[in-house]
C-alpha cells in the first residue's frame, strides 16, 4: 500500500505544504508513520491511498 499525506503548517495557510510518500503493507502501518513524519504544529490536509 502506499499513501500520500500532505500537510502544512497551521499558522501559515498560504505554504502549499509538503507531500508524504509512504510505502507500508497495511493502512494502520502507514497511519503510524505519517504520525512520526508530520512536524508537530502542521495539519494534514489531504491523504490518499493507493491499495495496489
Given at each position: ?9 497551521i499558522d501559515d495557510p ?17 497511519m503510524a508513520v ?19
Open positions: 500500500m502506499i499513501m500520500r499525506a500532505t500537510a502544512r503548517p498560504n505554504e502549499p505544504g509538503t507531500v508524504y510518500d509512504i510505502e507500508r503493507p497495511d493502512y494502520d502501518a502507514c505519517v504520525r512520526t513524519e508530520v512536524p508537530t504544529g502542521h495539519r494534514l490536509l489531504s491523504i490518499q491511498v493507493d491499495r495496489d
